[in-house]
């Protein structure tokens, strides 16, 4: 496998196994990163983009750690996914070891995807049509209850996520130039979930199993909701006091949610995830977000007993041991 920066050859030669992190952002894998060099747990970037492999060749050691994200298109790499999901097949074709492998790529990808496979497992989820292109967007409009949202199918950073409140406001936003034109073509028309109380919950699995919650404060009225350290501080908002993160004591790993999504993950080969879910004022508890590319808040991880970067870089230091 070619990476930018290093040659075919001495990547396919190179007998010592690594975990290979397939990313489309580099931005967001320096704490990854540290933890991974503080446990001792060899590793290599690759970049999902001017790569290149021969079909019939063994793909260089390892284990092989798919972090795609479904905005990788908003970087300039529109091509990622492709990317991904022709490397991860070639790696599962000669028997490596992947994480968050092929079958995974598509729910990153797809909230279609997510919200029939949550939908299969008995969770309750958002009402949600999925209009292709625009010709229909206006009809199907009105047969929501407002207010509903829209978001875009490959989402992430709360891509194409605005909330209406009538139809006239919708249809100047469908004709007009701020429209945002899904990179898949596939808008989301959405109940809007009103929350008892402004936050959200994000919950944290490594190998599978629960490592911690958290508490996202939507108070500001932000639909994104990235916890990196690397995203940008919104507008209005200080940086020396903006910290909508923090540790959700009261949802362990004995929740009843989280013990159904632990099943969930499982059944859809995820090990490597953050799902969100909203609790109603109308009593419902929904998960409507899973990110199988998930990044670790540094104000939690500071104040969490557990660091889910340090549990992460030893359970990826336990997987490549065990292939060895």
Not at 261 to 266: G, H, K, N, R, T
Not at 287 to 314: C, F, K, M
């Amino acid at each position: 496998m070619q990476s930018r920066g290093m040659s075919a050859p001495a990547d396919v030669a190179d007998p010592t196994p690594v975990v290979h992190i397939l990313h489309d952002n580099a931005e967001w894998l320096p704490p990854l990163v540290a933890a991974l060099d503080a446990a001792g747990v060899p590793h290599r970037e690759h970049l999902l983009d001017g790569s290149s492999f021969d079909l019939s060749a063994e793909p260089p050691a390892g284990v092989f750690w798919s972090r795609l994200s479904g905005s990788a298109h908003t970087r300039g790499r529109a091509t990622a996914k492709e990317v991904a999901r022709a490397t991860l097949r070639w790696a599962e074709r000669h028997g490596r070891r992947t994480i968050n492998g092929s079958g995974v790529v598509e729910l990153e990808v797809s909230k279609v995807a997510q919200y029939l496979a949550l939908a299969q497992a008995g969770f309750d989820v958002p009402a949600t049509t999925a209009v292709f292109g625009t010709a229909d967007l206006k009809a199907r409009a009105r047969e929501q209850k407002l207010p509903f949202i829209t978001k875009h199918n490959q989402g992430g950073k709360g891509l194409g996520v605005r909330r209406f409140d009538d139809l006239e406001s919708f249809d100047a936003y469908v004709d007009g130039p701020d429209f945002e034109v899904p990179v898949d073509g596939i808008t989301l028309l959405q109940e809007f979930l009103q929350a008892e109380e402004p936050f959200t919950t994000r919950v944290e699995f490594v190998g599978g199993r629960f490592v911690y919650a958290v508490r996202v404060d939507t108070s500001a009225g932000s639909f994104e909701l990235c916890p990196a350290d690397a995203c940008v501080v919104p507008d209005g908002a200080d940086p020396a006091t903006f910290a909508p993160f923090a540790i959700r004591s009261s949802v362990t790993a004995s929740h009843p949610l989280v013990q159904r999504l632990e099943s969930f993950v499982a059944q859809q080969g995820i090990e490597v995830a953050g799902i969100e879910f909203i609790e109603t004022a109308d009593g419902r508890v929904v998960p409507y977000d899973v990110n199988t590319n998930t990044n670790y808040n540094p104000d939690v991880e500071r104040s969490s007993s557990v660091s889910a970067a340090a549990t992460l870089a030893g359970w990826l230091g336990w997987v490549l041991s065990s292939e060895g």
